[in-house]
């Protein structure tokens, strides 16, 4: 943990905080504006299809374009949309600035690349998952007060309280070090590291489990309010167990599957040097990802059975797991292509993941039109599924 890597943390837990305000009432938003269950889970797939669009552009700017650049960058364009959406007056209105901020997505790479170079290419199940905590620790206090702003003055407000959080991220990215891009070889194929049967069966891989974990997220929130009769503070509050779940379940998966003796095989050249140790991995970050799947799924299984608040709080721990998931699929990306073409994975990958998320809340939209525990059944069938053909590709060993 460099200055650098302690700067983004930083930048993440304050972007996490103002995300956390309206991200798990964003759905009874859009709702309010006067959209219906299929209209909502098409505006919230179009701006999946913008995120699946940006990620691996930008991550061949990683490779091409000084990283600082492009991350202050994508700090401004969130701050913008956050405005936007908060001053519509219809959900249709609403939907450029959700797409705008969508757009803010390409830096997701960058910041992998920009810390996958940071430490040396070492630890990086470690680095991600603990990374990103920070980003989930923002998250887990604001929910609530998003709630309690969306109850007290109006949900539009919350967005425009969320923005000025997001302008002090911005402040802390100013702060971190240049990271010009390396100069390119020319001895190989700009797309040689992805058009390989290794890479598309990892994507392929990638792509089913998140499709599966993902499709009882993006109603959640509207099956608890009408479903179960949760008022929205409360809601906003499960948030917060989210969050919660991924500051503490993602530095555990992390921890557990990258011991501090493993080393990226393609660690930079000039790259900060990090103190190694004897200490050896609990678990291959693949196989940490089927404890990662497994955790979303009794999730899942609890959110539908739950009677109860505590019961509730429990289900959104675990769902903490998801971003731990996503963080450790990363780490597992960077292994399957050099330092120059580093970004270009980590884009492909997020891609991936995304392209899952593109899906996930159109169907999940036709599913709850039917009955409103449809998206999370669904979710409780495709897990397994994905766990198995997960399971045989491991032990294929292709990922």
């Known amino acids: ?29 859009i709702e309010q504006l006067g959209a219906d269950p299929v209209q909502l889970g098409t505006v919230l797939s179009a701006a999946a299809v913008i995120r699946a669009a940006v990620y691996l552009p930008g991550g061949i700017m990683a490779d091409r374009i000084p990283r600082k650049r ?32 969508a757009l803010s997505a390409y830096c997701v790479p960058v910041i992998n690349a920009y810390l996958a170079h940071s430490v ?32 007290a003055t109006s949900m539009r407000m919350v967005y425009f309280v969320s923005a000025l959080v997001f302008a002090l991220s911005m402040l802390t990215v100013l702060h971190v070090s240049p990271q010009p891009a390396k100069p390119r070889s020319h001895r190989r194929r700009q797309w040689e590291s992805l ?41 906003g509050a499960l948030g917060s167990f989210q969050a919660l779940g991924a500051a503490f379940l993602g530095p555990l998966l992390g921890r557990l599957s ?35 799947q497994g955790l979303v799924w009794f999730s899942a299984l609890v959110l539908l059975l739950a009677a109860t608040f505590p019961v509730l709080a429990v289900a959104y721990l675990l769902r903490g797991a998801y971003q731990g998931c996503r963080s450790l699929t990363q780490a597992q990306a960077t292994t399957l292509a050099d330092q ?25 939209g036709w599913l709850y039109a039917a009955d409103s525990s449809y998206p999370i059944v669904a979710s409780l069938v495709l897990i397994p599924v994905t766990l198995l053909v997960s399971s045989v590709w491991l032990n294929r060993g292709d990922v």
Do not use: C
């Open 70 to 101: 492009l991350v202050v960058g994508g700090w401004m364009v969130g701050v913008a949309g956050v405005l936007v959406v908060g001053a519509a007056r219809s959900w249709q209105g609403l939907i450029p600035g959700l797409l705008i901020y």
């Open 340 to 364: 120059e073409d580093r970004g270009l994975v980590l884009g492909a990958t997020e891609t991936a993941i995304a392209a899952a998320q593109v899906l996930a809340p159109y169907t999940a």
């Open 258 to 292: 990258d011991g501090a003796a493993r080393q990226d095989p393609f660690r930079d050249e000039g790259a900060p040097r990090v103190r190694t140790t004897t200490q050896s991995s609990l678990l291959h970050p693949s196989r940490a990802l089927l404890v990662g």
């Open 195 to 235: 058009l390989n049967r290794r890479f598309l069966s990892f994507a392929a891989v990638v792509w089913l489990m998140f499709a599966a974990m993902f499709l009882s997220y993006p109603l959640a929130s509207n099956f608890l309010k009408h479903g179960g009769g949760w008022s929205i503070a409360q809601i």
């Open 120 to 151: 040396g290419g070492r630890r990086l199940a470690r680095t991600f998952t603990t990374v990103f905590a920070g980003y989930a620790i923002g998250g887990v206090l604001s929910p609530p007060v998003g709630g309690w702003i969306a109850e």
């Open 1 to 29: 943990m460099n200055r650098d890597v302690r700067l983004i943390a930083l930048a993440l837990l304050l972007w996490g905080f103002g995300e956390g305000l309206f991200f798990y009432i964003e759905p009874l938003y």
